[in-house]
């Protein structure tokens, strides 16, 4: 199987790849970006080439560490599947299994788990036993700990006592979209590496790699997607009209201009899915608007949401920037009640009302 080509990110990929292949990568690396837009991608490619038969270096894709490494995917099916039975459990057979991800024996994923999809305790301190083992087979081991902002309190600290006992046989990836919920004391002892959006033209030439998405919606998918391959591949049209509804229903309540009535009623209707989960909701938000703010400084040539920007323009008239500067500090709040399991339609009901005052 030939390595899975990789679009965008070339400097970070060069400057790993040169690290690598000089043998001085450092022990722990912190890359922070939007959801779905390469991290864990460009983790298990960085993994697959450090314990390549014919490396270090840049992966052949083709040798068996190569091709299990590359495999290890949290948003394959079959681990999908697995990730998404594990919210069943209790939280006492949960601790017993901590949930991890693996194929090759010395590349192990550790993603959030549970219903309210944290990284829990139990996954840190599996983590740092299992940090102590020399390579099974490979050159070098590799964690990748993803979503790490979304570890719990007790985890933070027993990843901490893992980064601060370095072993010189792991190399630990950490991937964030938000790297300022991590412990500062965590963000000092890794090297971070920032990863930019794609742009739409990039955006195109993936998704035409793609026969599944037909051409008259790869422009729309680009655009909604935000430079987000990840979000370019899971996007449910109908879901995401019904997402960005729900959200223009906020915007209009805190502007004045929609009744409370319908607000609620289009948060009833997004149900109980993923799509429906505080993040997904907030991160609608933040894209509409980033589009009322493009409108305000006339720079609609870049819009996401350029398929509705009639609707933008009237909603833009009266946006002040003290609004928008409100609006922003509050979403900021939302976000953080996430990892409470607050509900998401008592958050945005009460996000909305506030922007009235």
Same mark, same amino acid.
Request: glycine share 6%; proline share 6%; net charge positive.
């Given at each position: ?9 070339? *400097? ?9 292949? $000089?043998?001085?990568? %450092?022990?722990?690396? !912190?890359? #922070? ?18 314990? #390549? ?6 992966? #052949? ?86 979503? /790490? ?15 601060? @006992? ?25 090297? %971070? ?10 955006? *195109? ?23 987000? %391959?990840?979000? /370019? ?10 997402? *960005? @509804? ?16 319908? !607000?609620?009623?289009? !948060?009833?209707?997004?149900? *109980? ?5 505080? @993040? ?57 009640? @996430? ?9 945005? $009901? ?8």
């Amino acid at each position: 199987m030939p390595t899975p080509k990789l679009i965008g990110h070339k *400097r970070i990929r060069h400057s790993l790849w040169r690290m690598v292949s $000089e043998r001085r990568l %450092p022990q722990t690396l !912190l890359f #922070c970006g939007m959801r779905g837009i390469g991290k864990c991608t460009l983790a298990r490619h960085l993994a697959a080439g450090i314990n #390549c038969q014919s490396g270090p270096g840049q992966p #052949c894709g083709d040798c068996s560490p190569c091709r299990r490494i590359l495999a290890t995917d949290p948003s394959a099916e079959q681990f999908l599947k697995q990730i998404e039975e594990r919210k069943k459990l209790t939280a006492a057979q949960r601790k017993q299994m901590p949930l991890l991800i693996a194929i090759h024996p010395d590349v192990l994923i550790f993603p959030p788990d549970g219903p309210s999809q944290l990284i829990a305790i139990d996954q840190a301190r599996y983590l740092r036993e299992q940090a102590r083992l020399a390579p099974a087979e490979g050159r070098q081991r590799i964690f990748i700990l993803t979503h /790490a902002d979304r570890a719990t309190e007790p985890a933070s600290n027993a990843l901490l006592k893992t980064l601060e @006992e370095p072993v010189p046989s792991l190399t630990l990836v950490l991937t964030s979209e938000n790297p300022h919920h991590l412990l500062p004391t965590i963000r000092s002892r890794a090297i %971070p590496f920032h990863f930019s959006p794609l742009t739409k033209d990039q955006m *195109r030439r993936f998704l035409a790699t793609y026969g599944d998405i037909p051409p008259d919606r790869r422009d729309l998918a680009a655009s909604w997607s935000e430079g987000s %391959p990840g979000a /370019a591949l899971r996007l449910d049209m109908n879901e995401f009209r019904a997402r *960005r @509804e729900a959200m223009l229903a906020v915007i209009e309540t805190g502007l004045r201009r929609g009744q409370f009535g319908r !607000l609620s009623g289009q !948060l009833a209707a997004l149900g *109980r899915g993923d799509a429906s989960r505080i @993040e997904r909701l907030a991160a609608m938000l933040w894209s509409l608007l980033r589009d009322l703010t493009r409108i305000q400084f006339a720079e609609g040539r870049d819009m996401v949401h350029a398929d509705i920007a009639t609707t933008l323009e009237t909603l833009a008239k009266q946006v002040t920037v003290d609004w928008l500067q409100r609006a922003v500090v509050q979403l900021q709040e939302v976000e953080s009640l @996430e990892r409470y399991n607050v509900q998401r339609q008592i958050a945005l $009901e009460a996000y909305a009302l506030g922007l009235r005052t």
